[in-house]
DNA sequence: CTGTTAGCGCCTTCAC
DNA sequence: GTGAAGGCGCTAACAG
């Protein structure tokens, strides 16, 4: 065992590069080779030989250049995630749970967002595809067809969280639109609800039609009117609520379909001083913090935003694991929870989850 | 110009490599070092080249692979991200600012969670240098001395955010906890109030005594008693706090130094029934998005989260654009906003805002 | 079990 | 302006 080999360039005043796999394998008498099975685990090394080598890397400080492994062996040990907007606690939520099963799996991960827009979405999947990772998960982005059905992520494994991507072969992860809203809206005709509005933003058309056609599934089950506004975005929601409250045969329950739909409405309702649920009944879909302390803590759908980025990866993972065989596109849809609050006209002692059911 | 030339392995039914530089020069007629200048524009060539290579480059739908160039040219384009959990609004707002710098450059975001855990950030931190990181943003986590300040990141370019690293050549960005703190505090005192209490929770120790130092300051210099509560923890909160209301002498007015001691607060407060800001008056340290719409809309402190990864990303940039010059460390401190919303006692007609002086 | 050879795809370097 | 050679650091493939 000779001291640290002087690096093969002149020591410079203070360049002192990174030690390479070659420093290691001089310092410990063998093959560059060796040491690299030393490392990988690939195949056995004589026991003398792997201790001289783990000499050899705690004395250099040797540490693998993950870069030119990911050249070599095509396995850059990287997934991307795509989402919209990290501002958005929903998508953040999910992002968390994706990294936790990634670093479970010794990934990391390559992260960006869409912005909700087309071409952003499809040329930072492209640079992702470039920069050499092995899979991708993404939640697409509103209003529009992601473009990632293209040939050229066709051998690329992918995985679609919260809406769609138009192309049988991609696997998905939803939570229970129909199913929630459907139930969300039946418990408020339990309450004796029965003109009962849906109300969604413009955003998101995918999973806003699903929640809208639960509600409008409820409202037929029950032979009771459709009332759906869809246009409730931030600008136009007090103009169009205030219409709605003030008509002369305003409902007695609102059904929102997403957060931004219950933000709205609420400021307006602030404005408009109807107190739920006395005035007024709602139950939103998706939970967020603060929910149970508003004026009147609200009735929610909530989604299980940890859970979707949990299974979502472990499906990108499976698919990893599964290399280049045919593949057949899955689709996981998650149950969500109704957590009764006050706004719906419950008084619960405690707030009380129920699950919605599966079809 | 010849059709698209064979790859050089024989293909298989599908196999078909993607396109690589040599590929490209083949089909133009030129070395491939020539392909490499019209990617980078490192060099100028001949127009009439520049077409074939192009043309070349179209038909074969040449991409340029990452990987090999960071390995080649040491410049990945990548920069690491490191934050304690991406399900805080505060932190994922941070990280998608961030990432819109990111883009603007050119470059894509490693990122990673750390729990607030020492050993993750460490060892995530190193996997990101050894995926060839060019520089690190870091949230340190709460509750710990961050490792980071150790030789092996001494030539990775580094800037925290929010919370510093205990090593003078590393930039900081922070916001105006002093500043902020006291400010929201003299406006209680403005209102009249005497008997402040200030409440913490436990984490995020260097901010929350940042945040305690500005309230005391401020009582300080109004020659009113101190009176700090640090362990209002989500488990000891509704104990503490009904001691405190419940005691002979109650404050008037509370301040709590972050979103969670926000929280716990409120909670009790709901469940003793203690009506802000008649009962008590209350401001807190840092927005959230229902805030105007609790039972007493909350006055607070904003903190600028936007803003914050936004400059700090600049910063890193700057920092790889000069090279390895001597760096000394440069601490950004944002100014706060104090939100005026009705907890504090204010009847605003529009919410109102006030800037955090600077010293 | 171990070493050799070669090359992943690109760009640095240097010669012309 | 252009090309040839060589290597970034590592591992696949093969030979022994």
Same sequence: chains 1, 2.
Avoid: W
């Amino acid at each position: 065992m000779t001291p640290p080999a002087p690096p093969a360039v002149r020591s410079t005043a203070k360049s002192r590069r990174r030690a390479t796999i070659a420093d290691v394998a001089r310092m410990a008498n063998v093959a560059p080779m060796t040491v690299s099975r030393v490392l990988t685990g690939a195949a056995a090394v004589r026991p003398d030989k792997v201790k001289r080598i783990q000499d050899a890397i705690q004395l250099l400080h040797y540490k693998p250049n993950e870069t030119a492994r990911a050249l070599r062996s095509q396995r850059s040990r990287i997934i991307g995630l795509i989402v919209p907007r990290l501002s958005d606690p929903f998508f953040a939520t999910i992002a968390h749970a994706v990294n936790n099963v990634a670093v479970d799996n010794g990934y990391s991960i390559l992260i960006t967002t869409s912005n909700d827009e087309e071409e952003t979405e499809y040329s930072q999947a492209q640079l992702m595809v470039l920069r050499g990772v092995e899979g991708i998960l993404i939640i697409p982005g509103a209003g529009y067809h992601s473009k990632l059905n293209r040939l050229e992520f066709e051998h690329v494994p992918l995985v679609a969280l919260d809406k769609p991507i138009d192309e049988p072969s991609i696997d998905s992860v939803f939570v229970e639109n129909f199913q929630g809203s459907r139930l969300a809206v039946e418990h408020l005709i339990a309450h004796g609800h029965t003109r009962i509005t849906c109300i969604s933003d413009a955003s998101d058309l995918y999973t806003l039609h699903k929640r809208q056609q639960g509600y409008e599934q409820a409202m037929i089950d029950h032979d009771l009117k459709i009332n759906t506004i869809t246009d409730c975005t931030a600008q136009r929601a007090s103009e169009r609520i205030r219409l709605l409250m003030q008509s002369k045969n305003p409902p007695t329950a609102i059904f929102t379909t997403n957060g931004p739909a219950t933000r709205n409405l609420l400021h307006t309702l602030l404005e408009l001083a109807v107190k739920l649920p006395d005035d007024l009944a709602l139950i939103g879909f998706d939970d967020f913090e603060f929910a149970d302390m508003l004026q009147t803590s609200l009735t929610v759908v909530r989604q299980p935003a940890s859970e979707m980025g949990r299974i979502a990866a472990l499906r990108l993972f499976e698919q990893l694991q599964q290399a280049n065989q045919p593949h057949i596109g899955k689709i996981i849809t998650l149950p969500v929870d109704l957590v009764i609050r006050r706004s719906c006209g419950c008084k619960p002692r405690l707030p009380s989850r129920q699950r919605s059911p599966r079809t």
